[in-house]
């Protein structure tokens, strides 16, 4: 498996860490561990070989019941360089009760709204967010995050606090 360049940069960056790489098809997803995520990610942001100059996604995968696995909460930043013209999925393991990761707001703005939806919708804290609050949920009615695993299918109070519209009421 070739490497990807920013994977060799941080090999001689952070020779000291642990990282675990894997490609599928092309792309590249390396597991950072979450002491020193926000370094090798600022790393990732200033290093001119590097150059990721956006997060062009982030989210979380809940592996509640996943084979294998180790960690709960899988939280994953897509990477874009526009100068390199490279990709790169950075992955964070979070775990209960309190899981909780550093915001990467300060290095990259367009995360904000990205961190408050997966708080909103997995109960993830981003250490130092500028405004972590709900987006999506009314947290007075809803006060689980529907995306993880034990939450219900059919919901939690919130299909029976709304009030019923008939014809005659319009």
């Known amino acids: 498996m070739a490497d990807h360049p920013a994977i060799t940069r941080l090999r001689e960056m952070f020779g000291d860490l642990e990282l675990a790489v894997s490609q599928f098809r092309g792309q590249f997803t390396v597991c950072l561990p979450q002491p020193r995520m926000h370094d090798v990610m600022r790393f990732l942001r200033d290093d001119p070989a590097c150059k990721f100059e956006q997060v062009t996604d982030l989210t979380c995968v809940d592996y509640l019941h996943f084979r294998g696995a180790r960690d709960r909460f899988g ?17 964070v393991m979070v775990n209960d009760p309190d899981p909780a990761v550093a915001t990467v707001t ?37 006060t689980e995050n529907p995306l993880r695993k034990d939450y219900p299918l059919r919901g939690k109070r919130e299909r029976d606090s709304f009030e019923v519209v008939t014809p005659e009421s319009t």
């Open 75 to 91: 939280i994953t930043y897509l990477l874009l360089s526009l100068a390199h013209n490279h990709r790169l999925i950075v992955k």
């Open 106 to 142: 300060d290095l990259w703005s367009g995360a904000e709204w990205l961190e408050r939806e997966v708080f909103d919708m997995f109960g993830v804290k981003f250490i130092g967010h500028p405004d972590l609050r709900r987006i999506l949920c009314d947290s007075s009615v809803i």
